[in-house]
């Protein structure tokens, strides 16, 4: 009997072990179940992603919004690119290899060169525009939100700013200015180079490193130097004038105002009154000799001093060695005394007369004739007289004989 009685509870204890172990079972294969499905679908399905390192820029109107995309997917896929939001009027291109493209392949490999520019139309009022890039493949897709911030002047400008905005001298002079060239805006420009001032004038604008160009490159946030030169009219008079440099081109233009304070040219001629460069002089006798000096150039004379360089044992003498002021276009009249000296020969001498002042000179040469003087002819006419008196005695004395 008790043998009977231990057999049901044996029974009832391996059902109970049974169950135990089947639902045990069941728990570990629906766990089981889910984590191969993943497994298996993701070897079946591809995931997309699609980044931009820069969502949002701010542009002017006119300008282009370019934003570099970063696309990459967990397999080997074709992708379909879009964009919503482009107002109207907008332009937008998604561009990769050099070519306008709607389609890329993406995959583990390197990310696909691709660039979605948005053109921005003229007069566009400012204001933050949003557009949604979209990325679609059979296998899965992805989304990215940006945004263009359209504002009047965020493209940077370019400026012009000379180291000194004006010089001042004579109209003989060439004039320089050296002026920096900054381009603040995002992109590089080139820029032609022009430059203008008064009629007769000769204004240029060069690169200070190649003076044959007429154009120059400005990386974007650069600044590069360039030269103007300028040389008067030889006939300007003292004045102000009015010079301006100019730097246009990449829709961009930019100058610069200059300015040359002309002090007048110097410039003088000395000469005589019949502008005859010989005079006639007696040996020992004082020789009055006029002399002007004439203002040639468009501002005044100051300070004009006389000199001169005679023979050996001559002397010249002026009524004034300073002039003090010759206006321009005018001239002074001044007298040189020429004395030779006493024992000069008859025959042919050079003196040299000069003018000079702090900002010009000149000088010429003149001949002068020395002819005996009455004294030396009397003396010379005693000595003959002398000798005819001495050989008359001679032959008186000695002819007798």
């Keep these: 009997m008790e043998a009977l009685h231990e057999s049901p509870r044996r029974i009832e204890f391996m059902r109970k072990v049974t169950v135990t172990v089947a639902l045990f079972i069941a728990v570990l294969s629906a766990l089981a179940t889910p984590l191969a499905a993943q497994t298996d679908t993701g070897q079946t399905q591809t995931g997309v992603t699609l980044t931009t390192p820069y969502p949002g820029l701010t542009v ?65 009022a400012d204001g933050s525009f949003p557009l949604t890039v979209a990325a679609d493949s059979s296998g899965g897709s992805a989304s990215l939100a940006i945004e263009v911030v359209v504002q009047g002047g965020a493209g940077g400008t370019v400026t012009m700013t000379p180291e000194y905005s004006g010089v001042r001298g004579p109209s003989s002079e060439t004039f ?136 050996s044992g001559w002397e010249v003498t002026w009524d004034t060695e300073l002039i003090p002021t010759i206006a321009a276009g005018d001239f002074a009249t001044v007298n040189a005394t020429i004395t030779p000296s006493a024992e000069a020969i008859a025959g042919d001498y050079q003196i040299t007369f000069r003018a000079s002042s702090d900002d010009a000179d000149s000088s010429m040469e003149v001949r002068t004739t020395v002819s005996p003087s009455a004294f030396g002819g009397l003396v010379g006419i005693g000595l003959i007289l002398l000798t005819l008196a001495a050989l008359a005695w001679v032959f008186r004395r000695f002819g007798r004989r």
């Design 60 to 124: 002017e109107p006119g300008d282009t919004a370019s934003f570099d995309l970063l696309l990459s997917a967990t397999s080997t896929t074709t992708v379909d690119l879009s964009v919503d939001g482009v107002p109207d009027g907008w332009t937008a291109n998604f561009r990769g290899g050099g070519f306008v493209v709607n389609q890329v392949t993406a995959g583990t490999e390197e990310a696909p060169d691709l660039t979605l520019s948005v053109i921005i139309p003229t007069g566009t």
């Design 176 to 311: 320089t200015f050296p002026v920096d060239i900054r381009n603040d805006s995002p992109a590089e420009v080139q820029l032609e180079l022009s430059a203008e001032g008064p009629i007769g004038w000769i204004v240029e604008a060069r690169p200070q490193t190649q003076t044959q160009a007429s154009a120059i490159t400005v990386d974007p946030g650069a600044t590069t130097r360039i030269t103007v030169t300028a040389n008067p009219s030889t006939t300007a008079a003292a004045g102000l004038y009015d010079l301006r440099v100019v730097a246009r081109g990449g829709g961009v233009d930019a100058e610069a105002p200059l300015q040359v304070q002309i002090t007048g040219s110097f410039d003088m001629l000395i000469s005589t009154p019949d502008q005859r460069l010989n005079a006639d002089v007696t040996a020992g006798q004082p020789t009055q000799f006029p002399v002007i000096v004439f203002n040639t150039g468009t501002a005044d004379l100051v300070q004009v001093s006389l000199d001169s360089i005679p023979p």
